[in-house]
Structures are given as C-alpha cells and as structure tokens.
C-alpha cells in the first residue's frame, strides 16, 4: 500500500470534491482495491476487499501527518468504506461529518452523504463530462436521462442552457436535485421527474425535441436497467428526440463494456448519428487499460441539409 500512502505524503489541501488516490486504474500494482477521494472537508477511503486494521492504522498516520502540514490546527475527518460482496461496511474513522455536507466543483455546489451507501451524491470520475456540459449547453433545451442528483442539470443551466427535463425512477434523488439547484441559486428552467423512463416516453417526446441529451445510466441495477440489454432501446430513442445538429452524451461506467459496445449500438440503433469525440476522464482517474475506465462519447444528429449548405 505504499503507493497510497506516497499519494497522501504529496497531496495538497483539496479544495474541491476530487479523487486523491486511483488504485482500481491498475497503475499501482498491490493497490488495486484502494481509492481515496476528497470531499471537503471530509476524506473518504475505500477498499473493495476486506483490509487488516494494521493497513487503516498506516493510513491515519500518514492523513494525519500531511494535514498537520497543510491545514495546522484543523481537525481531521475521515471515512472507511469497504466494499466486498455488494455490502459496503461505512465507519468513521476520525473527526466528523458536516450535515449537510455540501461540496464544490468548478464553482458548483452540491449535497453529498458519504456516510451511507455505495454512491454519495456526486461521481467525481464525471468531472469532465459536466464540464463539456456546462461549455456547451448555452441556448439547448437539455434532457437528462438518469439524471440521480441533477449535476448535469446545475452544470447545464450554469452554462446558459433554457430548459432542463431531469428524469429518474429515484424520488429521493430527485429531492436531493432539486436540493442541489437551490444551492446554486437556480430557481428556474429545470423539472425535475421522478419516473421510469421507458414508462415516460409519451411525456419525453412531447417536451422535445432538444439540443442535447444526456443519457448516464447505470451499468446494471437489477429491475430498472441492465446497459447490455436496455442501452439499445436507448439509442434508438435519439433521432427522434434530437434537434438537427443536436448533440448525445452518452456515458457507460462498466468495466466489461468497452467503447467499442456503445460504438456498435449507435451504427446499429441509430446509424444517422455522427460520432465527434470520446471525453477524456480526469487526469486522477488514469487506468492501464482505458477502455475498460469510464466512457463518454459524443455524437451529433445531422444537420439540415439548407443548414449544411
């Protein structure tokens, strides 16, 4: 584990919500089951596989150590989560959890639970997609499938965008978005849906079309959305909801699914759709086998061909 333990001898006081340590990246042979992330005023370590307290005792010494360096007097808050067999054992390791537990990125505000659960609130690991999102949603009615915490909307109307449609099957998501927009001072263009989508579809088509579509779901939640088998159903859904020259963000985190899956699901689904870039993942999250990391891919629906012209 020195690997870690290096990572933390050098980080600088986190500001932001971001990731401090990637061992899952496969960059740090042994470490493999370690991820550090920063969520300030709170660190939270994670393990995917059972660790003797010997290794969490080595990690106290060194987060302790670099914070007397660079936040001399403050105390130090920091959670444990282990992850093994789907059932994350959550402690609290030093200090305290701030509630409500608001963090910041790039100048956005959001609400996060590190406390309980596998997901806190915010995927640090999608730092790049909101950031595209918020540079090119100006003048775009916005749709947000999936849309868990609204990030992507805050980002969106942070960036100009007229009206966001957030859809997902979590009420308690959906209230924890309507939380996040608060934060942010936004108290219009953003509606918020808590539905299952391919339930919603009438409702959808109707507020459309728009001028982006995001589509991040989950790579398998058992009864709401398996990506092997619904993304399909997904993407054949674009052309039709998109405006001419519009653009689809869509996002797969799934380890077995490399890019080329979503590749093959849009000549086959939705063969008219241009493919324009893949998002690179923040620099934190650097893996030795990318395709397997998080994927964002950009695509844009055709022009009008008087607007080509």
Known sequence: MQALLDAIARMDRP?????????????????????????PPVFVLTSFQPVPDADLAAVHEALARRWADIAPGEPLNWVFQCRHEGRPDTRLMAGEVPEPHVVSERGARYRVHVMRGQNHGLFLDMAEGRQWVREHARG??????FAYTGAFSVVALQGGA???????????????????????GLTAGAGFLAHDIFKTWGRITRSGPYGLVIVDPPSY????????????????????LLVPGGQALLCLNAPELGPGFLQDLV????PELVFEQRLANPEAFADAAPERALKVLVYRAPALETEAA
């Open 221 to 240: 939640q058992k009864g709401s959305f398996v990506a092997t088998k619904d993304y399909a159903r997904l993407v054949r859904r674009l052309p039709e």
């Open 162 to 184: 007229k009206q966001v449609l957030n859809i997902d099957m979590s009420g308690g998501a959906m209230a924890i978005g309507q939380q996040n927009h608060a934060l942010n």
């Open 15 to 39: 500001t932001d919500a971001r990731r401090i340590f990637h061992g899952r990246g496969g960059l740090h042979p042994g470490c493999e089951h370690w991820a550090l992330d920063a969520f």
């Open 267 to 270: 000549r086959e689904a939705a």
């Open 140 to 145: 775009r009615k916005v749709l947000n499938l």
